[in-house]
């Protein structure tokens, strides 16, 4: 996986999760004052709340609460530490603290996973590119013949002369009569049909004039 790029850097993480557990302990020593303890506690609250949010937005590219694919998980924490800081006495556990670093995990893994969805685009964009070189990046691999014939220079090939077509004399069809008997061969009696020797006579006198021509 690519490096992951946090909105909320190890360095702002921590410096925030010190404030807020500093304000939880606030929170534990006034909740020593009875009554109005609980009060100042209430207002510790929320200033706790301010803090957070006004850090994460002006800090952190602007990360808030309801945005994300974890908005349930960073709602969910923000939520949870202000009703634990509502409730007298379990206001002295470090609720704002814990609300605080729920956010912080929701927003770590929504930048991690944009990284992956990232990955997965260039992956698909590389593959394509591997597939159809010469439709998407308009460049030819490097043993293709079109990129050979590029990398040459111009004029290094020997010019070949172009090929003559073959001159192939024309048929005087008209000729072709000329070689043709004079004469129609004599037909061969047919089955059953008795040969004389008057008929053999003329057939021999017939080819002798044949082989004359």
Avoid at 29 to 36: D, E, F, K, R, S
Avoid at 80 to 100: C, D, F, R, S, W
Avoid at 139 to 149: H, I, K, L, N
Avoid at 163 to 187: E, G, L
Wanted: glycine share 8%; net charge positive.
């Amino acid at each position: 996986m690519d490096k992951v790029t946090y909105r909320v850097g190890t360095a702002s993480a921590i410096s925030l999760l010190t404030v807020e557990l500093f304000l939880d302990g606030v929170q534990f020593l006034i909740n020593l004052i009875p009554v109005l303890g609980q009060v100042i506690n209430l207002g510790v609250t929320f200033i706790g709340i301010f803090i957070a949010s006004l850090w994460l937005f002006i800090f952190c590219d602007g990360v808030n609460y309801f945005t994300g694919k974890k908005a349930g998980l960073k709602v969910l924490g923000i939520m949870t530490g202000t009703v634990l800081e509502l409730v007298p006495i379990v206001n002295a556990l470090p609720a704002l603290t814990l609300g605080v670093a729920l956010v912080i995990i929701g927003t770590r893994m929504e930048d991690r996973e944009k990284a992956k969805e990232r990955k997965e685009v260039k992956e698909k964009a590389a593959a394509k590119t591997r597939m159809f070189p010469t439709r998407i990046s308009g460049r030819v691999p490097a043993g293709m013949p079109e990129a050979r014939e590029a990398e040459e220079p111009q004029g290094s090939r020997a010019a070949l002369p172009e090929p003559r077509p073959i001159a192939r004399p024309r048929q005087d069809w008209t000729k072709v009569d000329s070689y043709a008997p004079k004469t129609p061969m004599p037909r061969a009696p047919g089955p059953g049909v008795p040969t004389t020797a008057k008929d053999g006579a003329a057939r021999r006198e017939r080819a002798d004039e044949l082989e004359a021509v």
